[in-house]
């Protein structure tokens, strides 16, 4: 009889029992909790992902906001996230429910390379301290002080000769300006600059910009949509994380040479510094070597890619807008000169250039989406129910692109931030993110910004190359970035 049953059961119904089953299995895993932020239809297993074009991530899900308005969900793979838009919501996440959206969701490849250590991925007291002591240490060394202000000034220099040396021939300036932007976070946590042309410095650039294009890739991003499948095949998710062994194991390097000639009297950087704080609870509290590679890797990579690529939009936008150049340039030679390098207390003489700079971060929008957050506990957020350790994107864009914020939201106006002559502050302007979580380098960023722009404009015009016209498209990466370009310095 039995067998008879299980003879009359053909494979062709075992693949039906199967996939009923795991379309079962499949909604009861992401069943949506009571009250929870509105979604479009989605697909089995793929939840959402039809949706999303990855090649254009900020225009695919335009319909949505049409649809749904300010909040609403997507499926991702095997994630859910929370789309948050407009600058009152924005706001509510950020700053007034602030210590409820204060920790980062669990990112498979972040997960797997930094075991949720450092500063970027990391959560509760671990990031709490670690935070607190990388702001207190940046401070000491001088951030809001002038040597720090010193040692951009002296990287300005060096790439100003850099570009000299093109002889306004056309170059791809993007490595160039890695190298200098990349030397300020070397010589804070190594205590020394680099020569552009230092062998293990181009190596370690080279592995930093390795894992930028690497995160970009589809692979990377189905990583952190399907972990368990994708973990076991080829591609360059692979690469990535060998990359990122080789990035660590060129830090550790560091730290034991920091070892060696260690002086507990003496701080000369922030590897010092945090050396004395593992001494201090002998290496039983929060600060570990391991989390010391991981806090020096995150420095490096989210000060350098950000503040590289804001300048690469910069002079972009420049060659692009040679009347606004010109502004600029009218500006810094009124108000510095040709004959000393422009320092931090000019820029509040100087509202037209401060303004050109603050018009390239909200038009550049380098990061659309911000860093993700995710809840610490259940959470109302207008009206709706966010069970703790929810996923959340808080939508830039939608803020600094608002028709109801910005006079000319979709053009490269630098008026948006001026009235009257003077220098506008605009609450809709949030490229570093607000809040208690928000950017750790703003200060820094600003500085470095102010400082290259201004000494490069004082030195240089920025010009297309002959017979080309430059694009302002985009690529996406970690970052939107501008898509590699040549242009010609012609000096001044
Ligand atoms: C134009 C340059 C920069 C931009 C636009 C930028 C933007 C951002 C944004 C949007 C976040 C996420 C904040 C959040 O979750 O609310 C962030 C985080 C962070 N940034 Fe920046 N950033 C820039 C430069 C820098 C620099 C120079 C440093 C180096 C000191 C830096 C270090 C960090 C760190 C460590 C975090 C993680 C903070 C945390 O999770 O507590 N950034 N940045
Ligand atoms: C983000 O905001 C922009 C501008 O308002 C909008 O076009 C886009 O659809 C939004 N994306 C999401 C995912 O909310
Ligand atoms: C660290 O270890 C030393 C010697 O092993 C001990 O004297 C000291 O009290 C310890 N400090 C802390 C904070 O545990």
Redesign the pocket.
């Known amino acids: 009889m039995l067998r008879f049953l299980w003879e009359s059961i053909s494979f062709q119904m075992l693949l039906v029992f199967l996939l009923v089953f795991l379309l079962v299995a499949d909604y009861m895993k992401h069943r949506k909790p009571k009250h929870f932020p509105p979604s479009p239809f989605s697909l089995p297993f793929l939840g959402h992902m039809h949706l999303l074009n990855f090649s254009n991530p900020q225009t695919s899900v335009q319909k949505l906001t049409e649809k749904y308005g300010e909040i609403f969900s997507l499926q991702i793979g095997s994630s859910l996230f929370v789309f948050v838009n407009g600058l009152r919501l924005v706001k509510e996440v950020l700053v007034n429910q602030g210590e409820n959206f204060i920790d980062r969701p669990e990112i498979p490849l972040d997960k797997e390379i930094f075991s949720s250590m450092g500063l970027v991925s990391s959560n509760g007291h671990l990031w709490k301290q670690q935070r607190r002591f990388t702001l207190t240490t940046l401070r000491n060394l001088g951030l809001g002080k002038r040597s720090l202000e010193e040692r951009i000034r002296e990287e300005c220099r060096y790439l100003v000769d850099e570009f000299g040396n093109q002889q306004g021939n056309p170059f791809n300036p993007h490595f160039k300006i890695n190298n200098a932007i990349s030397n300020i976070i070397c010589s804070i946590v190594f205590g020394n600059r680099f020569d552009y042309h230092d062998e293990d410095f181009q190596k370690l650039l080279q592995l930093l910009d390795n894992t930028v294009q690497l995160h970009g890739t589809i692979m990377s991003q189905l990583y952190n949509c399907f972990p368990s499948i994708i973990k076991f095949l080829p591609g360059p998710h692979k690469t990535l994380l060998k990359t990122w062994r080789l990035l660590k194991s060129s830090v550790k390097e560091k730290i034991d040479k920091h070892k060696e000639d260690w002086n507990p009297s003496e701080r000369r950087d922030y590897i010092d510094s945090y050396l004395q704080e593992i001494a201090?609870?002998?290496g039983?509290g929060s600060f570990q070597e391991e989390n010391l590679v991981a806090c020096t890797l995150d420095l490096l990579f989210a000060g350098t890619e950000t503040t590289s690529t804001t300048i690469r939009w910069a002079l972009l936008y420049m060659a692009t807008y040679p009347e606004i150049q010109a502004r600029v340039q009218a500006e810094i030679d009124a108000v510095i000169g040709q004959a000393r390098q422009p320092a931090l207390e000019d820029r509040s003489n100087m509202p037209y250039t401060n303004a050109v700079i603050h018009e390239v971060q909200r038009k550049g929008n380098i990061i659309p989406f911000n860093a993700p957050r995710s809840t610490v506990k259940d959470t109302v957020l207008d009206g709706f129910h966010i069970p703790k350790g929810t996923a959340l994107l808080t939508n830039l864009t939608s803020v600094m692109f608002d028709k109801n914020e910005w006079e000319t939201p979709d053009s490269f106006n630098p008026g948006h931030f001026l009235k009257d002559g003077q220098f506008w502050k605009r609450e809709a302007f949030i490229p570093f993110s607000l809040g208690k979580r928000a950017c750790l380098g703003e200060v820094l960023a600003r500085s470095e910004l102010f400082l290259f722009f201004t000494a490069l404009l004082q030195k240089f015009t920025f010009q297309a190359p002959p017979d080309t016209t430059l694009s302002l498209q985009f690529n996406l990466g970690i970052t939107i970035a501008p898509r590699p370009y040549k242009i010609c310095a012609v000096p001044r």
Request: zero cysteines.
């Open positions: 201090k609870d002998n039983s």
